[in-house]
T-cell receptor
Framework: EAGVAQSPRYKIIEKRQSVAFWCNPI?????LYWYQQILGQGPKLLIQ????????DSQLPKDRFSAERLKGVDSTLKIQPAKLEDSAVYLC?????????????FGPGTRLLVL | QQQVKQSPQSLIVQKGGISIINCAYE??????FPWYQQFPGKGPALLIA?????SEKKEGRFTISFNKSAKQFSLHIMDSQPGDSATYFC?????????????FGEGTQLTVNP
């Protein structure tokens, strides 16, 4: 079974530029998550989708971050404009359903460096 | 406040030794406590999880101990091996609630010396 796919793996941009990340979850997984992992910290949930609807985006900085999951499969996370403090690894994860005890399967992440 | 505090930040043990990582939580509504293992350049992967109706869960060399009254839980790695060198995250959520988010600890970087 293929795992969660993410691209690109690395991205370097200058502050105030925009950037987009792509995620393809495990086939059949209804729930998709985007996390931000700052160096030396645990992952922090940015947004959670159930199919193509948003379940939780309470920690998403909506003035600069946006995410969509069209057709309930792939998802994109966008940052516009980027700030220095956005430098982090952006992890995508998926699970069969949105239950709090469902195992989340993580992709390898996209490492973003904002200069 | 939904917080999970993890210690130590880093841990060095000798091969064959016991690694112990501790976590404490505040939200008494949490009822699902997983541990994730993360290798460099990879995403976290579920290692083992426990619910508060048991005080201990063991899977191979990995054991979770849970103390509900103290709101603490810990991961014990017996006979630690160099291949166990990774970052370990504890987490917590409200297991039966649809949409409940995982709250992660800060992580512990474990190094097992040969």
């Amino acid at each position: 079974e293929a795992g969660v796919a993410q691209s690109p793996r690395y991205k370097i941009i200058e502050k105030r530029q925009s950037v987009a990340f792509w995620c393809n979850p495990i086939s059949g997984h209804a729930t998709l998550y985007w996390y931000q992992q700052i160096l030396g910290q645990g992952p922090k949930l940015l947004i959670q989708f159930q199919n193509n609807g948003v379940v939780d985006d309470s920690q998403l900085p909506k003035d600069r971050f946006s995410a969509e999951r069209l057709k309930g499969v792939d998802s994109t996370l966008k940052i516009q404009p980027a700030k220095l403090e956005d430098s982090a690894v952006y992890l995508c994860a998926s699970s069969r359903t949105s239950g709090g005890s469902e195992t989340q399967y993580f992709g390898p992440g996209t490492r973003l460096l904002v200069l | 406040q939904q917080q999970v505090k993890q210690s130590p930040q880093s841990l060095i043990v000798q091969k064959g030794g016991i690694s112990i990582i501790n976590c404490a939580y505040e939200n008494t509504a949490f009822d699902y406590f997983p541990w994730y293992q993360q290798f460099p350049g990879k995403g976290p992967a579920l290692l083992i999880a426990i619910r508060p109706d048991v005080s201990e869960k063991k899977e191979g060399r990995f054991t979770i101990s849970f103390n509900k009254s103290a709101k603490q839980f810990s991961l014990h790695i017996m006979d630690s091996q160099p291949g166990d060198s990774a970052t370990y995250f504890c987490a917590a959520s409200i297991g039966e609630t649809s949409g409940s988010r995982l709250t992660f600890g800060e992580g512990t970087q474990l190094t097992v010396n040969p």
